[in-house]
């Protein structure tokens, strides 16, 4: 398994950056209004889908060509991610979508799950642009270690701490660049 999480303390993490930062105060972040209450976000259709089926297609679609970081193939190839295993659930009482992406390492020993699951993150939150909740797991008693890296690719400091990492966000753009 690899060990490159480390948690950081808030201090330690990045202030800037691209992903879309939540701010209390500020409704058009994403935070609350002055008087406490959070302001409706935009439904699927505002934000360009027909349903929850579009959105878990366009999904897949970022996923799919994800390239397996020991083979060369990509995890829709392998079976590792498959539209099945994305579920768009309920939104939030804020009306942020939620997401739940499952993927099947190919082992139950798999060394790389953890980076496969970075890699589905980042591919996923670079390519979408509205709020999302993000759940990211290994597919139940598919791994050996599941609960542990069902933590770490779910843990944001982590998630900041692996991307700081120049050899580690080179592998993780090496599989999730797309095709010219």
Do not use: W
């Amino acid at each position: 398994m690899l060990s490159f999480f480390r948690k950081k303390t808030s201090d330690e993490l990045p202030t800037g950056g691209s992903a879309p930062s939540v701010a209390k105060g500020n409704p058009s972040l994403g935070g609350t209004t002055a008087n406490g209450e959070v302001p409706p976000r935009p439904s699927l259709q505002e934000l360009g889908y027909r349903n929850a089926n579009d959105l878990r297609e366009t999904i897949y679609d970022f996923l799919r060509t994800i390239r397996d970081p020991e083979k060369p193939s990509t995890l829709e190839d392998l079976h590792v991610v498959y539209e099945e295993g994305i579920f768009v659930n309920e939104p939030t009482p804020g009306n942020v979508n939620v997401v739940r992406v499952e993927f099947n390492p190919t082992v139950p020993h798999c060394s790389l799950a953890t980076l496969i699951g970075l890699c589905i993150r980042v591919k996923i939150e670079r390519n979408i642009t509205h709020s999302l909740k993000l759940d990211i797991y290994i597919k139940k008693g598919a791994h050996a270690t599941e609960d542990e890296i069902n933590k770490q690719i779910n843990d944001k400091e982590r998630i900041a701490a692996a991307m700081e990492n120049p050899n580690l966000r080179q592998l993780v753009e090496n599989c999730i660049k797309d095709e010219d």
